[in-house]
């Protein structure tokens, strides 16, 4: 990755200075202590102390480092329980296996054996990382010669076990749905599992198949209501079969999702099948620098998150977030519009797998909810 270092001017008229910045063992492993104390107590609220911050690490630089060298875990989960509706939480846990040993080499690296300026230590912990187009590897969106064997292994029948585990999942969240009178008319497998397009980044598309009108004439409503338990259901439910993803989704017979292959789970048979698709000739260069940007993006969002919020500045949170609404909104548009175009394998439905695939979308998807808790809190 290219690097470009970004200094404040507080932190330039610290390099001016070049201030000497020896620290010994006992004061780094107190100043350590006092941060996971802080961030273990209030995950959102706490902040980084004096003595990183003149040393150029952010929160969210720091919690990287911690969590890079084993220090802490992190865990992420949706609290349903809100009466503000769903809530992303995280938490943090103090992994305490060799954690003298830990900071000790933290030490060692950051500041033992020289007198680190003030210019290394920034140089080091503020530059920003950027992805080049060159970067990004297309190589799992060509066609395989064969379904996935382990959903398929004879090329033509789901496994029967596969099949029967898929539908009590199906079973399970049209319990949740609380529908009683409206039955689903199908549940099909769709996406790139039940294509030649399979590869390790593939999910389990599961669609429940419910016609809107049977639910209620205000289909819009439908829409919200079925899209709000689904997100709960997938942020909650991490089922995974053979190492993929189960993602439910509610699909109103009127307006089926594009899909190269569909499979029901009901009738054990093919409602579309595959076809074998030729080697894919991409626009690649394209494909490359638009997913680069994006990524790149989202990463100074998620940077300029951590800087507004340390800085308390509700105005630019604020616009932070019509800007990252605007591109959640382009990316899911980008995306529509390439597979109503071309299919699975338009350059638009590409460039989103590649977001999707780097993390980047969870990362934009996260930040969504971190701004609206910020936006909403009082401080």
């Known amino acids: 990755m290219a690097k470009k270092v970004i200094i404040s001017e507080k932190q330039l008229n610290m390099i001016l200075k070049e201030e000497s910045n020896e620290v010994t063992f006992y004061e780094f492993k107190n100043e350590i202590q006092t941060f996971l104390r802080s961030l273990l107590d209030h995950p959102v609220k706490s902040n ?35 009466i503000d509706g769903p809530q992303l939480e995280i938490t943090y846990k103090l992994l305490n296996n060799n954690f003298e040993r ?17 210019t290394k230590l920034l140089v080091e912990n503020n530059y920003e990382e950027t992805v080049d187009a060159s970067q990004i590897n297309l190589n799992s969106f060509q066609p395989k010669s064969e379904l996935n064997p382990r959903f398929f292994p004879d090329g033509e029948k789901l496994l029967k076990r596969t099949r029967l585990r898929l539908l009590e999942v199906a079973d399970d969240f049209t319990d949740e749905l609380n529908l009683p009178f409206a039955n689903p008319k199908d549940i099909h497998i769709v996406g790139s599992i039940v294509g030649y397009n399979w590869s390790k980044y593939s999910d389990v598309d599961l669609h429940i198949i419910y016609d809107f009108n049977d639910i209620d004439k205000r289909t819009n409503f439908v829409r919200e209501y079925v899209d709000s338990k689904k997100t709960i259901w997938n942020e909650t439910k991490k089922i995974r079969i053979y190492g993929y993803d189960v993602e439910l989704y509610v699909e109103d017979i009127s307006n089926p999702a594009e899909s190269n292959g569909r499979y029901s789970l009901e009738s054990n048979t093919w409602i579309q099948q595959p076809t074998k698709p030729e080697p894919i000739t991409y626009q690649k260069a394209l494909i490359k620098t638009k997913s680069a940007k994006f990524i790149n993006i989202i990463d100074k969002y998620c940077e300029e998150f951590e800087q507004f919020k340390s800085e308390e500045n509700d105005e630019k949170m604020l616009h932070l977030t019509q800007k990252c609404n605007k591109l959640w909104t382009k990316i899911k548009g ?16 590409i460039i989103f797998k590649v977001i999707r695939r780097t993390d980047r979308l969870k990362k934009l998807y996260d930040l969504r909810n971190y701004l609206y808790v910020y936006n909403r809190s009082i401080r």
């Open 48 to 82: 980084i102390g004096e003595f990183w911050k003149s040393r150029g690490f952010s929160k969210n630089k720091m919690i990287e480092y911690l969590l890079k060298v084993g220090v802490l875990d992190k865990d992420e989960k949706v609290n349903t329980d809100n």
């Open 102 to 118: 830990k900071i000790k080499r933290m030490f060692i690296k950051l500041f033992e054996g020289e007198t680190r300026s003030a």
């Open 334 to 349: 980008m995306r529509k519009e390439g597979i109503k175009r071309g299919g699975e394998n338009d350059s638009m439905n």
